[in-house]
């Protein structure tokens, strides 16, 4: 696996489906062929592996699979441990680090929300020969942490509005902040993986209650395509590691919490202005604060999160190898999907970015030591 994402740092380091060269200088927002080329065949790869080939593999494996496998004390293990970090970090957030609901929500889901697709899924197969393992993380993360976390950013978006609106006004803010609550959420059901895993599901379900499987033969083709997902995965992942870091610049204070980490306006929808206060909460103390978030996701992604499953499975008395999975499961990095959450809000954009991309890098010794730990 180690050999697959040092390919894939090589592949985008010396540009070798770009054509050219990478500069170690190039940067996403650099102009040039360059910049472009290399980002567009890392983007090729993803897509195929997150819209095809990774769908394909999860309906293979779960509509031929028994119920029981993911429905089991690993699965609440991940679960529980998950659910409590999210209130761990969301506490810290707002009463330690005092920031306010939105910041604190994306920042909670940095902390919290894995990488199941392109890195969880290569890890569930060659290290345990198991494309199951990683559905109790993808259940617990679409049917519980991205709408709670939805419905705060909402929730924090309508209440930054004028302190007195008439009440035609604040009804039309809250239709217009649920629509795009239901947008991103049929936005994360459509996502591909999630679509794949629950055709197979429900065909698990009906093969359970009737006792009729659908035939092998039907399954092949979506096995051979679905093989293809590992490699391609763990291939994005290596070539994600030799992407230049994302620039960490506080919101620029007097600008309003509708401001990215990057200091310029925050793509997204629209939302209402914020009220105008004497003392931003983000004032003298940005550039130790964005940091101090950062780190907070980090430690909680990397450090806690892997070891509150150790720590937890031990007590339910987890066999070796359902411990082993259930930490290594913990141990995946943010996914992407946070900065898509707070891009589209506005909320935190760029820390979640950063906070990816060094959970990303930092996983791979915490997985390397999970598996010397854990056998």
């Not at 080939?53 to 031929?64: D, H, K, N």
């Not at 004390?73 to 209130?87: C, I």
């Not at 709670?148 to 924090?156: K, P, Y």
């Not at 239709?175 to 947008?183: C, E, I, L, Y």
């Amino acid at each position: 696996m180690g050999c697959i994402v040092a390919l894939g740092w090589v592949i985008q380091r010396r540009g070798l489906l770009a054509g050219h060269r990478i500069s170690r200088s190039t940067s996403r927002d650099a102009p040039g062929d360059a910049a472009a080329d290399g980002a567009g065949a890392r983007q090729i790869l993803a897509t195929l592996s997150f819209t095809i080939c990774a769908p394909a593999l999860m309906f293979s494996t779960l509509a031929g699979t028994d119920l029981a496998h993911v429905v089991s004390r690993g699965a609440a293990v991940t679960w529980a441990t998950t659910a409590g970090l999210a209130l761990f970090t969301a506490a810290v957030a707002r009463w330690v680090l005092r920031l306010p609901a939105g910041p604190a929500a994306v920042t909670t889901l940095a902390a919290v929300y894995v990488n199941g697709g392109n890195i969880g899924i290569p890890l569930a197969v060659y290290l345990f020969d198991d494309a199951l393992a990683v559905v109790p993380t993808l259940l617990f993360q679409l049917l519980v942490l991205a709408p709670l976390t939805l419905a705060v950013l909402d929730r924090a978006g309508a209440a930054s509005g004028p302190g007195g609106p008439a009440a035609g006004a604040r009804r039309t803010t809250a239709r217009s902040g649920w629509t795009s609550v239901v947008r991103v959420l049929l936005a994360a059901v459509r996502n591909p993986i999630t679509v794949g895993t629950l055709a197979g599901l429900l065909v698990a379900v009906v093969s359970e209650l009737t006792g009729a499987r659908l035939p092998e033969v039907a399954l092949i083709p979506f096995d051979l395509i679905g093989a293809a997902a590992p490699p391609l995965g763990l291939l994005t992942f290596g070539m994600t590691l030799a992407v230049p870091m994302p620039a960490l610049t506080p919101p620029e204070a007097g600008t309003g919490s509708r401001h990215g980490s990057d200091g310029g306006p925050a793509a997204g929808p629209a939302a209402p202005t914020a009220t105008p206060a004497s003392s931003p909460w983000w004032t003298g103390r940005d550039r130790l604060l964005v940091r101090a978030v950062v780190a907070l996701a980090v430690l909680v992604r990397n450090v806690l999160h892997p070891l509150a499953a150790w720590v937890v499975g031990n007590a339910v008395g987890l066999d070796p190898a359902a411990l082993a999975l259930v930490v290594t499961m913990a141990a995946l990095p943010t996914a992407v999907n946070v900065t898509t959450y707070a891009t589209r809000y506005g909320v935190f954009d760029g820390v979640a970015a950063r906070a990816t991309v060094w959970t990303t890098a930092l996983c791979v010794p915490v997985l390397v030591a999970v598996g010397a730990l854990t056998g």
